[in-house]
């Protein structure tokens, strides 16, 4: 099987207040040094960010984020040593 997303907090697509902690969660333990995340603004600028690989799930930890809309890119690498990608947005409200 592959690592592939099976939750995500903030869920894709909600809308909600600035989060202090994005996390990822998949179906396999990840290999840390081939898994990862990004997260982007409305205008695809990535924005820099303290971050962690661990177990089954990928941690971002944005510092206030401001209302608008923010995209997760991320790839993960399992035991197969198969990589899989994809990418979900949510919103950030007042």
């Known amino acids: 099987a ?5 939750s995500s ?7 909600v207040k600035s989060p202090n902690m994005i996390r990822l ?3 396999e333990t990840l290999e840390p040094a081939f898994s990862g995340a990004e997260l982007a603004d409305a205008a695809g600028k ?4 303290s971050k962690s690989v ?3 799930s ?7 984020l401001k209302p608008g809309a923010y995209k997760v890119t991320w ?20």
């Open 58 to 64: 990928i941690t971002l930890l944005p510092m206030g």
């Open 2 to 6: 592959h690592a592939s997303l099976k």
């Open 75 to 94: 790839h993960s690498v399992g035991h197969d040593t198969h990589r899989v990608s994809g990418s979900f947005s949510f919103k950030v409200i007042p």
């Open 25 to 27: 969660t998949f179906s």
């Open 54 to 56: 661990g177990g089954a």
């Open 9 to 15: 907090d903030p869920a894709a697509n909600a809308s």
């Open 46 to 49: 990535a924005i820099p960010m």
